[in-house]
């Protein structure tokens, strides 16, 4: 079995935004060698997301004012604020997209359908945070 | 270590449904040899979602309203409907529910909890979709 | 490739609680023995989930509430409960916290960010119910 393993470093200049990383996980995969296998992708913090969906800049707004609606930022709704953070929302943000996605490899490559591509999903940017790939298989 | 690939062909002539398909994955379990390893089911397609939950009717149509209730169909509430789509709510009802499972398997068999099913969920139907199973291990 | 199996028993007294499990399933990686590879974690009840969070009881107490406005309790809003049960909503509740997760294991070890830590998630409590543990690699 093989394995290869990479940290991507995600800096989103905004509180909230999506980023893909499609090309830089299908890079992962290239290096790992892996034929037949799979390959996880995940954010190392939680309050930010990776998911798969469509790249379309209308849809991500779409996502944002539905995920404000859903879990607004508005700091006094959250006890958890009472740490000193602002970003209780965040956290919930981040569950309804989800911390992960593993996507099959197939000869090779990742094994998506027509319009699947990864995204990172930022909740509480404008601070470094990494993502993790590891590719496992043979 | 072992790799078994197959794609599963759903139609569902709704809008929405749902579709046990636990017997599909069973039998791609079986196919690939695997006694000990990880099976990774996902929808294929972003306005579609594989889970794990019930096989009650009652409960799936509970989930149909839902959804419909934190992303109403209503083409006009989604920019993203301006590219020339109407199903900018299927890209968010699939949020919720998720992209895939991934289900350990143990003895050749899926390990699963006493109520646990498989299902694929259609936000965005009328047409032929895939779903990807892939299990690997020894 | 070597795999192992551990299955935690959750005994949540009340309705709904969040459980501390990072530890038991740095202990099932310990003894895989696997160095490089993945653990999926997730409930085998379909009225919990399984999450990576904060370890912060005040963000705690803002799920339990955020996912009771999401999905009330209240039976008579689920035709589910028509079967006899009054365990809708967490059947809801359960989607949107999710599952399962996979953590990758690296050198040994669950390869996580600083806060990322391994929850159980109860929203049908007051009975037994089990959790599995796989970790597969070499």
Not at 88 to 115: C, N, S, Y
Not at 132 to 137: D, R
Request: charged share 30%; glycine share 8%.
């Amino acid at each position: 079995m093989k394995s290869h393993t990479t940290y991507l470093t995600m800096n989103v200049p905004a509180r909230t935004g999506f980023r893909n990383i499609t090309r830089e996980v299908e890079e992962a995969v290239r290096a790992s060698g892996v034929a037949e296998g799979l390959c996880l992708v995940n954010a190392m913090h939680i309050t930010a997301s990776v998911f798969i969906n469509d790249d379309e800049s209308g849809l991500h707004r779409d996502y944002a004012r539905w995920l404000e609606e859903l879990a607004p930022h508005e700091p006094s709704r959250y006890e958890h604020n009472r740490t000193g953070e602002d970003n209780g929302d965040a956290h919930h943000k981040r569950q309804i997209m989800g911390r992960e996605v593993v996507v099959a490899v197939t000869r090779g490559k990742l094994d998506f359908g027509p319009w699947e591509r990864i995204f990172y999903g930022e909740f509480d940017g404008r601070r470094a945070k990494r993502v993790l790939v590891k590719v496992i298989g043979e």
